[in-house]
């Protein structure tokens, strides 16, 4: 199993971040580290060298961040990337919330940054990792424009089945969260949706399968259980099936 999408990184994990990486060692094949921010991009960067072949890494900058950032923060976050992107495995998280942003500036703000992303990972053909909340149409139309990104993942993908099928029939992928253990429209979306464009994600810290609880990589398991009771298929035929498509999407 790979876990797509997660923060290690955040602070969440600071008292006893290598035991929690120890212990997705033990269920894992690898883990996918998502930069959000500046400083996440860098912590990204440390854990793909403290733990290679196990740990892979994106950067990005999230749009809620950049929904506020200054344009100095931004282009020190653009520079940092291009100096490492040798070391990421795609480009994000990035895209658009409009959950959490409702002002017509910020939600500007954030177009103008996932539209610069969306040109990094066209120019130089990287996947790019896409976050979308109370925006997935939109942000599927400013990506869809573009026909040389070689993956593109709609991660914690939560919007309606139209948009889904349509991600899916553009050859895009759908990233199903520890949401799906919990939550009766994930669990909904999924039922029609092809196995051949789903990966695996916890989001951790967030999201966790148990309520109350700090999430974590090695939950991604219970993500991968709850996929194999809605399709009613075997454990390890999904284990297999998303495995082998994040391989493909992350070239890992």
């Known amino acids: 199993m790979i876990d797509t999408h997660c923060h290690v990184d955040f602070k969440d994990y600071n008292k006893n971040r290598e035991e929690v990486i120890e212990r997705a060692k033990k269920d894992l094949t690898c883990i996918i580290n998502s930069g959000a921010t500046l400083g996440g ?41 291009l100096s490492n992107l040798d070391k990421a ?67 914690c993908y ?25 939550s009766n429209h994930h669990q909904n979306l999924i039922k029609d949706l ?3 464009y789903m990966i695996t994600e916890t989001d951790s810290p967030y999201l966790s399968p148990f309520k109350g609880k700090r999430n974590e990589p090695s939950n ?9 009771e809605i399709k009613d298929q075997s454990f390890d035929k999904i284990d297999k099936l998303t495995e082998k498509n994040a391989k493909k999407v992350f070239r890992v």
């Open 89 to 155: 495995v795609a480009l994000g998280e990035t895209g658009l919330d409009f959950y959490h942003t409702t002002d017509l500036e910020g939600k500007r703000k954030q177009e103008k940054v996932f539209n610069s992303f969306i040109d990094l990972a066209s120019e130089y053909e990287m996947p790019l990792l896409v976050h979308a909340r109370d925006s997935e149409r939109k942000a599927f139309e400013m990506v869809k424009k573009y026909s040389d990104i070689p993956n593109v993942v709609f991660h």
């Open 194 to 196: 092809p196995l051949s």
């Open 220 to 228: 991604v398991k219970y993500v991968v259980n709850k996929i194999a």
């Open 158 to 182: 939560s919007g309606d089945d139209a948009t889904a099928k349509d991600i899916i029939d553009e050859g895009y992928f759908i990233s199903v969260s520890s949401m799906i253990c919990f």
């Open 41 to 81: 991009n860098r912590r990204t960067l440390q854990l793909i060298k403290d733990h290679q072949k196990f740990i892979y890494g994106t950067f990005g900058f999230h749009p809620v961040n950049a929904a506020k950032a200054e344009a100095v923060v931004l282009k020190d976050v653009k520079k940092e990337i």
